[in-house]
């Protein structure tokens, strides 16, 4: 019999089994490397459904700890906050004062479930801004890079101060991270980690997260957050971060961008994490929906693709979910 209908080499002997397929997995997924984004809403007193993200809510603070309990509980290694302000303005004022719903539920988190996981905040000022853009504007109505960079200093003192362990910085302003670095340090906040978004891209995939935040955003982010056909440029982003001292990096979103990712993870020398954002999620709840996809194998895929790019830790909305499904 020939070569060509009897091989030598037969690369499915270690696919021939589910034990044998288990232990041969070159990438496997932990709940310690899953990280929950969380949205708190200003004055609710219950949960609020978020129409284009099946099973996702602004929590009031209540729910908040709860969920927050029960991610501890699954074993996830984190949590990410993103305030729901009543009241917003030019500066995001609200940003910055302790008793501002991101601040008031830090707080909260950080002496429910700071011990069992890491306590996260977004330090960015889309949420907290009349006009939904991440930073001041200017008298032409363009977003002034270095005012913002003051208003992030003053946020990072504001969650530190709060209990917040690790605060990303998602603007995608010019010398953030140093900016940020300097002000933690001068308030003695030195043990405080900068997970930096270092490539952001301007994605349609945000779609939903806009809901979430309540934004009030007219136009696009597209002159500070990165081209999607840059990926060269993704990798000088990164470069820069990590020379003003980011503790992490992060690539965001991952399923269209897992190239930039694989290339941010080969010159990393700290944590490269990556952000399964709003659109990736509705999407695959949406498809489940309709029965078109077996939903937990696709989920578990996209979560997979992620690791197996070079993420050491993946932010998505299934957190708690895949944890449980992992233990």
Request: one cysteine or more; glycine letters at 8%; aromatic letters at 6%.
């Amino acid at each position: 019999m020939s070569e060509a209908t009897h091989p030598v080499v037969r690369p499915r002997r270690l696919r021939q089994s589910p034990a044998l397929r288990r232990l041969t997995a070159e990438t496997r997924l932990h709940p310690n490397e899953l990280i929950l984004p969380m949205f708190v809403r200003e004055g609710t007193p219950e949960p609020l459904p978020i129409l284009s993200m099946p099973g996702v809510v602004q929590h009031s603070v209540d729910s908040l700890k709860r969920a927050a309990a029960e991610a501890a509980e699954a074993g996830v290694g984190g949590v990410m906050l993103f305030g729901v302000p009543e009241t917003r303005d030019a500066v995001g004022s609200a940003a910055t004062d302790p008793d501002g719903i991101l601040n008031v539920a830090t707080r909260a988190l950080a002496a429910e479930v700071g011990d069992a996981l890491v306590v996260q905040t977004d330090l960015c000022l889309d949420e907290f801004t009349d006009h939904g853009h991440c930073g001041v504007l200017d008298a032409r109505g363009h977003v002034d890079n270095d005012a913002t960079l003051i208003r992030y200093r003053d946020m990072a003192i504001a969650q530190a101060e709060a209990g917040s362990q690790l605060l990303g910085l998602s603007g995608m302003m010019d010398g953030q991270v140093a900016a940020v670095r300097e002000a933690l340090d001068e308030a003695g906040h030195i043990d405080t980690v900068i997970l930096a978004y270092a490539a952001k891209y301007a994605s349609a995939f945000y779609g939903p997260f806009r809901e979430a935040v309540d934004s009030q955003l007219s136009g696009d982010r597209r002159a500070y957050q990165q081209d999607p056909a840059n990926r060269r440029e993704g990798l000088r982003e990164a470069r820069l971060d990590l020379e003003e001292g980011a503790d992490v990096l992060m690539v965001k979103p991952a399923l269209s961008y897992l190239d930039v990712l694989s290339d941010v993870a080969s010159i990393s020398d700290v944590p490269v994490w990556a952000y399964q954002v709003s659109g990736e999620y509705a999407m695959v709840e949406s498809a489940a929906a309709n029965g078109w996809i077996d939903r937990r194998r696709v989920i578990e895929e996209t979560l997979i693709g992620a690791r197996r790019a070079g993420a050491d830790a993946v932010m998505t909305y299934w957190a708690t979910e895949v944890a449980r499904w992992l233990r």
